[in-house]
């Protein structure tokens, strides 16, 4: 009655064989380290229109932000608005003063 279960394990045993023999061959490599790249994972930043979010998504300092976007004698910059055509914000940018010294 039960003739035709009776090897049935066998080709459980060997599925199962095939499964690691491939699970080994396709590259789960051991954890020995030598050889594997670990990537970085990716910079996490917030999506504010600030400077202080944009220099967070490009991991620099807000002060090297600042001179980058607005130029050396920038000391802050605020969101204006958005650049339609070029896809991007246009930023408000707050130089130093000239020094009196300067006007002498």
Known sequence: M???RKYHWLWFLLGMMIAIILGTL???EGGTGSGVIKEEPPVQCCM???PECYAQCESIPVDVWIENTCGV??????????NEELNEPIWLCQAEGIPNWAAE
């Open 26 to 28: 396709m590259g789960c």
């Open 73 to 82: 004698n920038a000391i802050s910059a605020e969101y204006y608005g958005w």
């Open 2 to 4: 039960f003739e035709h």
């Open 48 to 50: 504010a229109l600030t």
